[in-house]
């Protein structure tokens, strides 16, 4: 059975930095594609970031320069580095895992995720 678990959320101030986690457990980590998604208050869940296995990745627009995605195939781990974060970051941040192997964009769709960790809670604030 997959089980994704985050860790790492945070309060932080704007302009502060902050790295997310996401352990795998239960499938090959190495020959999935994994992506980072987030919900804000009032707001509909959007992709922030995805990563191939061969490692391609995509952004969202609002977080290109400021967020890198990594994975460390041999510890199993996903990683999402944040910087310079601003207060519109404020949201619960999702791990998410597919077998299949999507294009830039739709690396960043919910609907092509089938396995989901519970989220760990991000806010910017000062």
């Known amino acids: 059975q997959a089980v994704l678990m985050e860790s790492g959320g945070a309060l932080v101030q704007p302009g502060g930095s902050l790295t997310l986690s996401c352990r795998a457990h239960?499938?090959?980590?190495?020959?999935?594609?994994m992506a980072w998604f987030r919900q804000g208050p009032g707001t509909r869940r959007e992709g922030v970031a995805g990563?191939?296995?061969?490692?391609?990745?995509n952004y969202v627009e609002s977080v290109q320069g400021r967020f890198t995605i990594s994975r460390d195939d041999a510890s199993n781990t996903l990683n999402l580095q944040m910087d310079n974060l601003k207060p519109e970051d404020t949201g619960m941040y999702y791990c998410?895992?597919?077998?299949?192997?999507?294009?830039?964009?739709?690396?960043?769709?919910?609907?092509?995720?089938?396995?989901w960790g519970p989220g760990t809670l991000v806010i910017v604030s000062s």
């Open positions: 239960g499938f090959v980590f190495g020959t999935y594609t």
């Open positions: 998410a895992a597919d077998s299949r192997q999507w294009g830039r964009v739709t690396l960043l769709s919910s609907e092509a995720y089938s396995t």
């Open positions: 990563i191939n296995p061969p490692g391609s990745t």
